[in-house]
T-cell receptor
Framework: DTGVSQNPRHKITKRGQNVTFRCDPI?????LYWYRQTLGQGPEFLTY????????KSRLLSDRFSAERPKGSFSTLEIQRTEQGDSAMYLC???????????????FGPGTRLTVL | AQSVTQPDIHITVSEGASLELRCNYS??????LFWYVQSPGQGLQLLLK??????LVQGIKGFEAEFKRSQSSFNLRKPSVHWSDAAEYFC???????????FGDGTTLTVKP
């Protein structure tokens, strides 16, 4: 396994701009997750995909946030009209099926740190 | 709804001393439980996991954790701490069909020489 990769690692943007982050999961992991982590907090769930289907979205994922996984491989997370409150670390994770209806643990990427000025 | 409480925000131990980090969870069924470690500016690395079976689980870097259903706890232990163990530690609970995981707010470990 080459691990979960995320790009960019750091992003500084001005309020009101749009940003897009990319996540490449471990190959053959059919589930992909996005989390957000702010200073002093644990990661908070945003959304997850099984293959290309988005199965769950958190209430944290406002209308300005959109995530896609068009071919069931990499995923993108876009934030439109960024606000200072969006400044956080955005973490991606992936997992693989084990058995009929259960999954292995999630493997995390290094994260993308977003700073909104 | 699932939730995780890590009662200790910050713990300081001397190098070579033993360590126990507390984790209490709330979940309606048998949970999947995890401990992750995070160094500054980095992603999360899995230390160990509990899915089923033996309630004492061994992980990497000499860590272990014990699942106690009656206490809804999954405490992390290490018999002898090394300076390189200084980091932030997160406990998490997830469902067996593994949608989201819910994390605690973490415990920061400082190791004194």
């Amino acid at each position: 396994d080459t691990g979960v990769s995320q790009n960019p690692r750091h992003k500084i943007t001005k309020r009101g701009q749009n940003v897009t982050f990319r996540c490449d999961p471990i190959s053959e992991h059919n589930r992909l997750y996005w989390y957000r982590q702010t200073l002093g907090q644990g990661p908070e769930f945003l959304t997850y995909f099984q293959n290309e289907a988005q199965l769950e979205k958190s209430r944290l994922l406002s209308d300005r946030f959109s995530a896609e996984r068009p071919k069931g491989s990499f995923s993108t997370l876009e934030i439109q009209r960024t606000e200072q409150g969006d400044s956080a670390m955005y973490l991606c994770a992936s997992s693989r099926r084990r058995g009929t209806n259960s999954y292995n643990e999630q493997f995390f990427g290094p994260g993308t740190r977003l700073t909104v000025l | 709804a699932q939730s995780v409480t890590q009662p200790d925000i910050h713990i300081t131990v001397s190098e070579g001393a033993s360590l126990e980090l507390r984790c209490n969870y709330s979940y309606g069924a048998t949970p999947y439980l995890f401990w992750y470690v995070q160094s500054p500016g980095q992603g999360l690395q899995l230390l160990l996991k509990y899915f089923s079976g033996d309630t004492l689980v061994q992980g990497i870097k000499g860590f272990e954790a014990e699942f106690k259903r009656s206490q809804s706890s999954f405490n992390l232990r290490k018999p002898s701490v090394h300076w390189s163990d200084a980091a932030e530690y997160f406990c998490a609970v997830g469902a067996t069909n593994a949608g989201k995981s819910t994390f605690g707010d973490g415990t920061t470990l400082t190791v004194k020489p």
